[in-house]
């Protein structure tokens, strides 16, 4: 672990894209509906790959880069900036990825190459998008149908296991430069590869970002947001490149997988 942060606290803009894109997103929100929710006792594991965000660990949509901050309090007018920001970090997604291949390889990292590689793979990142709100939407609808409650439930587990079993998906669109379909295979190929290893990162990532959740819930104010959107990139950061190095590591060992 000490190697992983030495990495990421020598490459700083691995810190600075997440943390300028949370706090520009959570201003946007105060602007629009201003400070929402309260303390409560709430938890969210996140399964999100890719550049951090508090939004993927709090169940409040405070921030304007998901998909459940345009609820029935907001106008249409105002999804405008939630759909921008969603595009922004569909590109954001690619540059970021790219940088922390970078980091693992040795090689330098740059604002130049994070735009670059974002404009290369933003297109592929919202067809991702896509492909899994409407399968997560059609599953819990489908199960809640027959089974209520509990296909709820049910649902939620199928998506964790289908989640863990393609957790390299997103960095084989950009590391390997696939389309979204045979990016979904070639991660499953590096995920029976390395089951071990990166069910053990799995579960590091979803024990701290519980812990941060359930931190941020209990601790709900505008205070603990600014300090959770730094935390956040820190701790998120250091397993975005636990999870590279393995990918790395494998391709090393197995060549292109294919």
């Not at 409040?60 to 999804?79: E, K, L």
């Not at 970021?96 to 740059?110: D, H, K, T, W």
């Not at 939407?137 to 289908?162: D, E, K, P, R």
Request: charged share 10%; glycine share 6%.
């Amino acid at each position: 672990m000490k190697k992983i942060f030495r990495l990421l606290f020598q490459n700083p803009l691995l810190l600075i894209y997440p943390i300028v894109l949370d706090a520009l997103s959570f201003a946007i929100g105060l602007m629009i509906i201003g400070f929402i929710g309260a303390p409560s006792t709430s938890m969210r594991l996140i399964l999100e790959m890719g550049i951090p965000s508090v939004s993927y660990v709090s169940n409040i949509p405070q921030f304007v880069n998901q998909m459940q901050f345009m609820g029935d309090t907001v106008s249409v007018r105002a999804w405008i900036p939630v759909l921008i920001m969603l595009l922004l970090m569909a590109f954001a997604q690619g540059g970021y990825i790219a940088s922390v291949r970078n980091v693992v390889e040795g090689s330098p990292i740059s604002i130049g190459q994070f735009m670059k590689d974002g404009k290369r793979n933003w297109v592929r990142f919202i067809f991702l998008f896509m492909i899994i709100t409407a399968a997560k939407t059609a599953m819990t609808t489908l199960l809640a149908a027959f089974l209520g409650v509990i296909g709820l439930f049910l649902s939620l587990v199928v998506f964790v296991i289908l989640r863990i079993l393609f957790i390299y998906v997103e960095n084989c669109i950009v590391v390997d430069q696939l389309n979204v379909d045979a990016a979904f295979r070639q991660s499953r190929r590096y995920f029976k590869a390395s089951s071990f290893n990166t069910t053990g990162i799995v579960i590091a990532m979803m024990v701290s970002s519980a812990i941060i959740s359930l931190v941020i819930h209990r601790l709900w104010s505008p205070a603990a947001i600014i300090v959770a959107i730094p935390l956040c990139a820190v701790v998120l950061s250091a397993i975005q490149i636990a999870f590279m190095q393995q990918m790395c590591q494998v391709k090393r060992l197995h060549g292109s997988m294919e």
